[in-house]
């Protein structure tokens, strides 16, 4: 009696997990789905799982689309001309409820909620890349590629409008990246050397992140704070806050790839990379792959069709991590992530869970050890990643 309520309820937690896992991979099947509200975009990012923006350029000229995704709703927010486009660098960002973008010389901030434009800032440079703080304040970096980057970082307040310029002193700036939730800032200059600042009148440097010399194009930290993910090209760096190491861990590109942008999935444990493969033969297209990794172990999970673009922009996960949003040349889709990204989360604590009622009914049952660790591990290999 006791083995056969063992045996029930693994059969009803099996039952139930393998109809969640078939529904997920079914709406996994689906295809991409183009956004046709916006031609030839360069960022787009979830405001919620409902809402996105999305930027855009045409001829010397310059949108930001705010769309209801449930509504069908487009609302082209922003329109305005830049003479330097080829030349620009756009950045979208969401943070304290407003879209700030900036694109070229031109920071502007609208309103998450409603898509009103609030402020419209012209900057004496180009704007390289910049980081928010828990309050107020936006930090400009003008990164000027032709001298590894720029030693003053901009302090700009949009609520009271000041300004002020700030000196990096030792360091240059190229890409900024600030801490989620404490006052700190990555700082990472064209050669990947990385230091870390506090967020006081100064930047002040409290600690330099050794890494070997490589471009950088990417400076990220995850949702959580916990990974700091640098590099471009060819290799990507993941810096474990938590480790005292000076030897990271590196995803290195394949022969024909190149990294084009990544993304932190919001449960902090993902990470996707938008990635280009150059053909090997004359008659191949060149293609966008977005792939998935385990962040902690640096191990492939999954990934999504190949797309048979030129160019890959920018990808963005939902808020609840189920759809990611990718910018290609000339066009914008979205997806449902891969059922085993899913998996990696909805599984691992599905399965810590049926571990527990499996351990409360052996006590119970009072069954020998053997048979409580048998088990056991046949639920875990089944249901975790």
Known sequence: MKYNQLLFVIICFSITTLSDAMNSENNSLDKFLEITAVEDPLCAKYITNETIVITSEGLNEYGCTFIDLKKEKIQHISNFCDNSRYTVIPCLQIHNKKIINSLGKRLTIYNAETGLQERSIPVKQLIQSFACDLSSNIFLCYGLCYDGGADVITKYNYITNDTVDISILGS??????????????????????????????????????????????????????????????????????????????????????????????????????????????????????????????????????????????????????????????????????????????????????????????????????????????????????
């Open 172 to 385: 240059c700036c190229y890409i900024i990246s600030k801490h989620p939730k404490e006052e700190i800032m990555c700082i990472a200059d064209h050669e990947g050397n990385i230091s870390l600042h506090k967020l006081d009148d100064t930047l002040s440097k409290f600690n330099t992140i050794p890494l070997p010399k490589l471009r950088c194009n990417f400076c990220q930290y995850s949702p959580d704070g916990s990974y700091i993910v640098v590099g471009g090209g060819k290799k990507l760096f993941i810096i474990d806050q938590n480790i005292n190491t000076n030897a990271y861990p590196c995803l290195e590109a394949e022969g024909n790839e190149r990294y084009c942008n990544i993304a932190f999935h919001p449960n902090n444990l993902v990470l996707a990379t938008l990635s280009r493969y150059e053909p090997l033969l004359l008659h191949v297209r060149t293609k966008q792959v977005v792939n998935f990794w385990d962040i902690k172990t640096q191990r492939f999970i999954d990934s999504m069709p190949a797309l048979d673009f030129d160019r890959g922009y920018d990808l963005s996960f939902s808020p609840d991590g189920l759809e990611i949003i990718i910018v290609l040349e000339g066009k914008c889709v979205r997806a449902p992530v891969p059922f085993a990204v899913e998996a990696k989360i909805y599984n691992e604590k599905k399965c810590q869970y049926l571990l527990f009622i499996l351990h409360q009914l052996i006590k119970e049952a009072n069954l020998p050890e053997d048979i409580m660790s048998y088990c056991g591990n046949i639920l875990w290999k089944t249901f975790a990643l």
